[in-house]
């Protein structure tokens, strides 16, 4: 059965770096078994009521400023696949989830910066799907937890985000981790390792440091956590596959479930 996976996509410098993480991505991509589609919640994509794409060709979204110009030249002409788009509608629709169709929008870069280090030819299809951190985590693992089914169908679940994503902390020249984003990310892996979950819900009033590593305007890029958490409901089994830092405190972690 299909794993899922909780992806942190950094800063859009991954995109054209040739380091420690970059490396890791490509080789996962060349070792986990290739999936029939992808299914990717991704931080840089919030709405209300969830989204779930229904697109034939993705346009490739430049969600960022002031990077290198390279960057803006990069293209990941993905396609959808409208059966597994229609496939999740009717998961949603069973499991009371409300949800609207997405028709135009193309890949931001927390999808295509960890897709193309993963699957660099664009060769699978993929379903993007939109985030809410309005929800409770209960909210947004159930939402997760109603695609678990896909798994048996060889489709891949990404949550593309940051365990500790606190832009306004970051140090761009690399130093020394903070001590506080390793005690959060102990705690996570701990919390995670024994799935659980009455912990992991109030993440923000029981893990260390939490209002440093999550701060209330980037709560987006952890969620996703909880949607890939929540498609691997009925193995309830985590692993840590990766984790590094850079620019002092912005984690680089990969988590498989299932």
């Known amino acids: 059965m299909m ?26 991509g060349k070792n986990m078994p290739r999936p029939k589609a992808i299914v990717l919640f991704s931080a840089h994509w919030e709405s209300r009521t969830q989204k779930v794409s229904k697109v034939e060709t993705y346009d490739t979204i430049y969600d960022f400023g002031g990077f ?51 699957y660099p030819n664009a060769d699978i299809p993929v379903i993007a799907m939109s985030v809410n951190p309005n929800l409770s985590p209960e909210e947004q693992y159930k939402i997760g937890k ?30 020394e981790i903070d001590q506080w984003a390793q005690e959060f990310d102990d705690w996570l892996a701990v919390h995670l390792a024994n799935w659980d979950l009455e912990s992991l819900f109030k993440y923000e009033s029981a893990a260390p440091n939490a209002q440093y590593a999550v701060p209330p305007y980037g709560k987006e890029h952890f969620i996703p956590l909880f949607y890939a958490m929540g498609a691997a409901d009925n193995a309830k089994k985590a692993s840590l596959l990766h984790r590094s830092y850079r620019y002092g405190n912005l984690s680089h972690s990969v988590w498989q479930f299932g």
């Open 3 to 28: 794993p899922t996976l909780f992806i942190a996509h950094g800063a859009p410098l991954l995109a054209i770096e040739n380091n420690e993480y970059t490396q890791f991505l490509n080789e996962l």
């Open 68 to 118: 290198s110009p390279e960057l803006y030249q990069i293209k990941y002409p993905a396609q959808g696949d409208q059966q597994i788009s229609n496939e999740i509608q009717n998961l949603f629709k069973e499991n009371g989830i409300s949800f609207e169709v997405e028709t135009e929008r193309g890949l931001d870069h927390g999808a295509w910066v960890v897709l193309r280090l993963l």
């Open 146 to 175: 109603s695609l678990a089914a896909l798994r048996e169908k060889d489709v891949l679940v990404i949550g593309s985000g940051g365990t500790v994503h606190n832009l306004r902390a970051v140090k761009w020249a690399d130093n």
